[in-house]
């Protein structure tokens, strides 16, 4: 871990002083690339996360988290086809997980397709990549109801001020992916969830009205996803902040599983406001006592985020800072607050309700967060991130601590990108 650090840190040390050069072979563009001709290119990339987080009262949580570690090839082949491989380092120096793996054919704005292993199109905060987040950790819907990443193959473009994503995927996302036992027939197979469908529709609604300029840039969205799960203890399931600490725990499900999103960002200069709701249905067929159909399992998250770069900076996807540390200045600094709320029950709400995953109606749990950070952008490849989080949970018996229902922690962060 210290040697990938240090060599981290090294190669961003000696890129202020290097730079690109329209030439063949190997350059700097704010990371190591192969430029082999004009339409073929092999950039070197890596991800750096390294966390050290306090907690009141004290939770069975580490103090320091080797939170990320990924390295990547990204480029060009051809002008037609782009891609991206990028895979995680685990703490011990050994390759983990697959992340982004993928072939994009862009020769047409109006018609693209992306086939491989990347984001599912719901979800604007889990679209964001994990460094470019504007917290330490995404919302709660975004990081249990959104999907995340999967197999697949998505058509995608721009018609005018509409854009529009629609995939098809093996299976419903690794945030979707089965964590219990399932049941099946002696001598049948284990089933598995998907495959799935998932679309979403953006746009720069007002920027044809006669509104003022700084609203044209506003952007909404809507999307959907629909996947079938078999039967067993398959529902998604509610984690606390820190994701190792479940304050809902999974239900017995059947049936289709759709998911119905809802977003809106808007950067005018050096602020930032976002918003985004979501929602999770799971169908419970025949899973009562009595072999009788449950009313649906849902989730419902959402949250409302604003930023604001005191030094200056546009809230672009590719903020650099205006003076860079060491080269006169003292970086970007942004504050940021986000309040976000995720919330398990069943459909029906009439009646007497328990905690049994076959129960009807389900005793419902919330957790509902404030998030306050500062991030200081020291240049475009370093950043250090400090959050304080604040988790109020509904049920107090069902939280990190039994019988707590409300906890401080905070976070400080040092990211390495490149």
């Known amino acids: 871990m210290r040697k990938i650090l240090l060599t981290a840190?090294?190669?961003?040390?000696?890129?202020?002083?290097?730079?690109?050069?329209?030439?063949?072979?190997?350059?700097?563009?704010?990371?190591p690339k192969f430029v082999f001709g004009e339409d073929l290119t092999l950039e070197i990339r890596a991800k750096l996360q390294l966390d050290w987080r306090r907690f009141d009262p004290q939770i069975d949580e580490d103090t320091f988290?080797?939170?990320?570690?990924?390295?990547?090839?990204?480029?060009?082949?051809?002008?037609?086809?782009?891609?991206?491989?990028?895979r995680a380092i685990e703490q011990e120096g050994t390759f983990g997980e697959w992340k982004d793996v993928y072939l994009n054919w862009s020769t047409f704005d109006v018609v693209r397709v992306k086939a491989g292993r990347f984001k599912m199109p719901f979800g604007l905060e889990q679209n964001t990549g994990a460094t470019d987040v504007d917290f330490a950790y995404r919302s709660l819907a975004s990081s249990t109801i959104a999907p995340a990443r999967d197999r697949g193959v998505m058509v995608y473009g721009e018609?005018?001020?509409?854009?529009?994503?629609?995939?098809?995927?093996?299976?419903?996302?690794?945030?979707?992916e089965l964590k219990e036992p399932q049941f099946v027939e002696k001598g049948e197979d284990l089933k598995d969830v998907g495959p799935s469908i998932a679309a979403r529709l953006t746009g720069d609604l007002f920027r044809t009205l006669p509104v003022p300029d700084k609203l044209k840039s506003a952007n909404f969205g809507v999307a959907y996803t629909n996947a079938s799960v078999p039967e067993g203890l398959n529902s998604l399931r509610g984690q606390s902040v820190w994701g190792t600490e479940?304050?809902?725990?999974?239900v017995y499900v059947k049936g289709r599983r759709q998911r119905f999103g809802a977003q809106f960002d808007w950067t005018p200069g050096p602020t930032g406001l976002k918003a985004e709701w979501m929602q999770s249905r799971e169908q419970r067929i025949g899973q009562s006592n009595r072999n009788q159909d449950l009313s649906d399992f849902v989730g419902t998250g959402w949250y409302v985020s604003g930023t604001w770069f005191v030094t200056g900076e546009d809230k672009d996807d590719n903020v650099n800072p205006r003076n860079p540390i060491f080269q006169g200045g003292m970086g970007a600094i942004e504050l940021g607050a986000r309040y976000d709320q995720l919330e398990f029950s069943s459909?029906?709400?009439?009646?007497?309700?328990?905690?049994?995953?076959?129960?009807?109606?389900?005793?419902?749990?919330?957790?509902?967060?404030?998030t306050f950070g500062v991030n200081w952008l020291l240049n475009r490849w370093v950043r250090v991130i400090t959050n304080a989080i604040h988790e109020e949970f509904a049920d107090?018996?069902?939280?990190?601590?039994?019988?707590t229902a409300s906890f401080w922690s905070g976070l400080l962060r040092l990211q390495v990108v490149f």
């Open 396 to 403: 107090a018996a069902r939280s990190p601590e039994p019988g």
């Open 159 to 176: 018609l005018g001020p509409v854009g529009y994503e629609v995939g098809v995927f093996d299976d419903d996302g690794d945030n979707g």
């Open 246 to 250: 479940n304050f809902f725990e999974p």
């Open 65 to 86: 988290d080797f939170r990320t570690a990924r390295v990547g090839l990204k480029g060009d082949l051809t002008r037609h086809f782009d891609y991206e491989v990028e």
């Open 347 to 370: 459909a029906t709400k009439t009646g007497t309700a328990f905690t049994n995953p076959r129960a009807d109606p389900l005793l419902a749990n919330s957790d509902q967060v404030w």
């Open 9 to 31: 840190l090294v190669l961003v040390a000696g890129a202020t002083s290097a730079a690109a050069q329209d030439k063949r072979g190997l350059v700097w563009d704010d990371r």
